[in-house]
């Protein structure tokens, strides 16, 4: 569909008009117009690290007041999965809904583009999938349980540049604080190499790692879970070798938006700077020439915000209109039902979600509307003051 989204600003505030034609950004002009109600317009946001399949209603895990190692809580999860009644009732959703409903958590946080950390599953490249989850030329989870021979093995069949991720450093002991060292002897760690965590680098191999061209994935909420810190990330800021991932909610963030909310929190950077990280830097760091920036051409992934609302203050149910790859999936009631969105209320919220996404709702917090009367034929055929056919 061709649309035409105006009465909007950009990040910094300026009047702006977007056309949306066969998924992609174009000149405004022509197609349905949609008034955003001088919403701000943003790139679709881009989560560098999630595991789709652990989310849903899961709670974020610990068995110990404190790990040291990321060892040690995979060795308490592990043996629990066969006996407890929390996690063995979210493994019998099945593995395709439990992706789908990661990939819902993604899409109402306004990120339109996860890096999957796990084995691509079909779901995942299927047209209505909440989100787009590239798919990176390699990875292998962790020298822990993955092995070094193995680990070097994945890489050396990844194309050299290509994207290729693992999870690095993932503690606060000396197993964590050598395993970056371990990396280097491997010969894994180069241009498209992306690290996830590195709670355990010391500031001479951050420096290392950035002039190696790879990149770090920070997940800060999921640190201070299980280790009690996270790392500093000035150095991999200052070098734009830094980027910020929700993990899944077995030890992260709710969402991005959370995440995004504590890194604001931690770092004190300001709006500008926490947008233009998780949209043009993310697309730029992971080889997504296709997105990240409001260009024509470019992929119609985009956020509208309500003006005034900052990003590192925004929560989901905030969210005016969420759009993946030209298609609205995702939007507030006034928006999303005369394009025929489904509605729902989010926290309590009246929005409106893509039909498709409503059949097998398991996202806390999200419920399909109940109600009360049914309409009356032209009762449900008038337009709601922000959408409208454009004039011919």
Known sequence: MKFELHHATDARGQPLAVGIHQGRLAEPGGGRRIDLGGARLLPGLINAHDHLHLNGELPRLRYREVYRNARDWIADVTPRVATDPVLLAHRAQGRSQRLLTGGLKNLLSGATTVLHHDAREAVLDDADFPVDVPAPAGWAHSLVLTGDAAVQASRAATPAGSLWIIHAAEGVDDEAAGEFDRLEALGVVGPGTVLVHGLGLSLAQQRRLATAGATLVWCPRSNLHLFGRTLDPTCLAGERRLLLGSDSRISGSRDLLAELGLA??????PDERLIDWVTSQAATALGLHDRG???????????????????????????????????????????????GLVPVTVDGRPKALAPHLVADLAEPGVEAARRAARQAPCQASRRAPGVAEAAS
């Open 264 to 269: 604001a929190h931690l770092t004190g950077w």
């Open 293 to 339: 920036r409001l260009a024509p051409g470019l992929r119609a992934d985009l956020v509208a915000l309500p003006p005034g609302l900052p990003l590192s203050q925004a929560r989901r149910a905030d969210l005016r209109l969420v759009m993946v790859g030209g298609r609205v999936l995702y939007a507030d009631a006034d928006l999303g039902e005369p394009l």
